[in-house]
């Protein structure tokens, strides 16, 4: 009958460790068996079986200078690890190769690397390079770069247009697909790196908010700026977190930058020290640490790191940014259960207004008429909307006895009041908010 035998080690060499220590009968005591060592070549290259096993000279450099360098603008790379022989060299740094790198000093040091495909993506202080990985590139006669086969490791370096890094905050860069986002506090912006290059994305209606709020003035030496893609709804999350005193001083602010509008379309309550996605649920750590998972419709909403919140939004009605105008009443489009707590110009401001109730008797339907608050009409919410403005001079008939509210454009604020569907995970929608106004008179 044949037999499969298993090979322990191929082409190795058995070395025995002689026990060299005397023993008073005279003689010296032999090795045990196990104290014996196997050592296996790298490669092929003994003879099969044979009783002698040269040792090739070893090529190697001595430096006299041994101290720790730090080069903060260089990349220096090892060996390589080969997962089909098991062969790893990670450790191995040949410096009579040419295994540096250095990209332009004069933009800062290098804050992070990002490796996609083929590329290496690096980030200075105020410059982003992108490096090619075994290729290299050759340059045409009218100065375009044309890529080729090399065997280098790391290629060329080619900047990208435009005088932008990610200053000293690396934890602010986020990737999804062939977008990658950071922001440069150095210039108040935040950027996209797509295949068109770099864009300022601050400038999409936020430009004065992200000049004053990423100013060193107002991070603070150690403000951190935490980015993230939130996977769940496909847009870039930036937390900017000052270290000044909150109490007196700036507070942490998180918003999130959405590429199907093109626009920075909401702030956020909650406050995280890190940000993941993974298999299409959001992640944030609060800043001790502990993990939440966004978006779930278990737990009581509007619930943010154990803290309950009013459900609000605020819109802006700008139209004719221009002409004065005079805003008469609000409506929505929704749930019922939608209360008005704002609705200021940037010269007079209106009275509250309460959700909608729906009146059993005769009598609530009389005082209903009476109450400021949302009436139905048509599917939709209406109500008037009350000055509360002191008196003007000029005014001939001033203060809670005019109806509207005048200025150039309006902010309002909308508060959900008792959630639909019974419970704290219920539900509360609000399709759209509008107004009506005329021209002012006045």
């Not at 340059?139 to 900047?159: D, F, H, K, R």
């Not at 690396?170 to 697909?177: I, K, L, Q, R, W």
């Not at 959001?282 to 278990?298: A, I, K, N, V």
């Not at 002191?390 to 200025?407: A, P, T």
Request: net charge negative; glycine share 8%; charged share 20%.
């Amino acid at each position: 009958m044949a037999a499969t035998l298993k090979i322990q080690y191929y082409n190795t060499f058995i070395l025995k460790k002689i026990n060299q220590s005397w023993n008073e009968s005279g003689g010296y005591n032999r090795a045990n068996a196990q104290f014996d060592y196997y050592v296996e070549e790298s490669r092929i290259k003994g003879d099969f079986n044979a009783k002698f096993a040269g040792i090739s000279p070893r090529a190697f450099l001595v430096t006299d200078n041994k101290n720790q360098e730090t080069l903060g603008n260089s990349i220096i790379f090892s060996g390589i690890f080969n997962s089909r022989t098991d062969i790893n060299e990670t450790n191995q740094f040949s410096i009579a190769n040419d295994i540096t790198r250095t990209v332009d000093p004069a933009k800062g040091t290098i804050q992070k690397l990002y490796a996609e495909d083929t590329n290496l993506t690096i980030f200075q202080e105020r410059k982003v390079n992108r490096a090619l990985i075994d290729k290299d590139a050759i340059y045409s006669a009218e100065g375009q770069p044309l890529t080729t086969a090399s065997n280098v490791v790391i290629g060329a370096i080619q900047p990208y247009a435009g005088e932008f890094g990610i200053a000293t905050n690396p934890e602010s860069f986020a990737v999804y697909g062939y977008r990658k986002y950071f922001t440069d506090a150095n210039k108040g912006s935040v950027m996209r790196l797509s295949q068109d290059g770099l864009t300022e994305i601050s400038n999409y209606g936020m430009y004065d908010f992200f000049r004053d709020n990423l100013s060193l003035s107002n991070l603070g030496s150690l403000g951190k700026l935490i980015g993230g893609w939130d996977i769940h709804n496909k847009c870039y999350t930036l937390s900017i977190q000052p270290t000044i005193d909150q109490a007196t001083g700036p507070r942490a602010l998180t918003l999130s930058f959405d590429e199907q509008v093109q626009g920075w379309t909401s702030f956020y309550s909650y406050v995280p020290s890190a940000t993941a996605s993974l298999d299409n649920d959001f992640y944030t750590f609060d800043l001790s640490g502990d993990l939440y998972r966004h978006y779930s419709t278990t737990p009581n909403r509007a619930n943010f790191y154990g803290n309950n919140n009013n459900s609000s939004i605020t819109t802006v009605f700008n139209a004719k940014p221009s002409l004065i105008k005079t805003f008469q009443t609000i409506n929505y489009e929704g749930e019922s259960n939608w209360g008005m707590n704002l609705f200021q110009t940037n010269t007079d401001s209106a009275n509250s207004i309460g959700v909608f109730n729906i009146p059993t008797t005769l009598i609530e339907m009389e005082n209903a008429l009476l109450k400021n608050e949302f009436k139905a009409k048509e599917n939709k919410y209406f109500a008037n909307l009350i000055n509360t403005t002191s008196v003007n001079q000029g005014e001939i008939i001033f203060g809670k006895e005019i109806s509207g509210v005048k200025g150039f454009y309006a902010t309002v604020r909308l508060v959900a009041t008792n959630l639909v569907g019974g419970g704290p995970t219920g539900t509360n929608e609000l399709f759209a908010v509008s107004t009506s106004y005329k021209e002012s008179s006045y």
